[in-house]
């Protein structure tokens, strides 16, 4: 199975400073099997491509869905029916690169568990995995929280919460992270319909949205110029995480 998932995302910051953009992109929603149209394909080089090294474990050491069915198991979900899938932008000719790419569990057509593989910009890499306790349907309303804890943007710091609301349906991905510290933090969205992915379409994508990732890469440096000249704070490099995974919770709302 492979959708091409022809998506917008959008970025709003929150506090004083304002900024925000919406951009197009393309994503892939695909369970690494075979027969995959003839302009993408898997470990192999080509117009696009999905490569288990960018994927799965290590920044450029993955392992594909081998490692997160392991994940999967190290937490007690071991339900082999389930469909295990990636949504990622897939790399254009030689060059890979997602802000953040997902890898979802599903059951019935519903999520049970997704982990948020986090890349930045720094070469760095983080895990979030999320589930409810006893894996039941996670729904697009159910806000799953993460701690904090990669340096992802210079313009953030290594503090504060991520809550993730996830939805994935048979015809759309709308998937929501606000980014809170305090008055400060980030709003992202993605959101698209699903369709069968066909050489047509791909290559519509290659021409609509040149170089793909590489593109995606260039915009993240235009917004951070942006940054710069409103006179943002700047926060430099900062040291990776020890662990590559951390655990994610149900959100409670403290005022109830």
Not at 15 to 25: D, I, S
Not at 125 to 154: G, L, N, W
Request: hydrophobic content about 40%; aromatic content about 10%.
């Amino acid at each position: 199975m492979l959708d091409h998932v022809v998506a917008r995302t959008h970025h709003s910051r929150r506090g004083a400073l304002k900024n925000a953009f919406t951009y197009g992109v393309d994503f892939v929603l695909t369970d690494l099997g075979p027969d995959w149209p003839g302009l993408i394909s898997c470990n192999r080089f080509n117009l696009w491509s999905i490569h288990d090294r960018d994927f799965g474990g290590p920044r450029g050491q993955g392992r594909g869905v081998a490692w997160f069915r392991e994940v999967l198991a190290e937490r007690g979900f071991l339900d082999d029916s389930a469909q295990l899938l990636l949504l990622a932008q897939p790399a254009c000719l030689w060059f890979q690169f997602n802000p953040v790419n997902f890898w979802i569990a599903m059951i019935d057509g519903t999520p049970r568990a997704f982990v948020a593989e986090v890349n930045s910009t720094f070469g760095q890499r983080h895990c979030y995995f999320c589930a409810h306790d006893d894996f039941r349907p996670i729904t697009r309303s159910d806000q799953m929280a993460a701690e904090k804890m990669m340096h992802v943007s210079p313009f953030q710091k290594i503090q504060g919460t991520y809550l993730f609301n996830f939805g994935v349906t048979s015809d759309a991905i709308n998937i929501r992270i606000s980014y809170e510290n305090g008055d400060q933090g980030v709003l992202a969205t993605l959101s698209g319909k699903r369709q069968t992915a066909s050489n047509w379409s791909l290559l519509r994508a290659a021409l609509r949205r040149p170089l793909g990732a590489a593109r995606v890469v260039a915009l993240i440096h235009w917004q951070a110029g942006i940054l710069t000249l409103k006179k943002a704070p700047f926060l430099r490099r900062q040291p990776a995480p020890e662990l590559l995974i951390s655990e994610g919770s149900r959100h409670r709302d403290p005022t109830g």
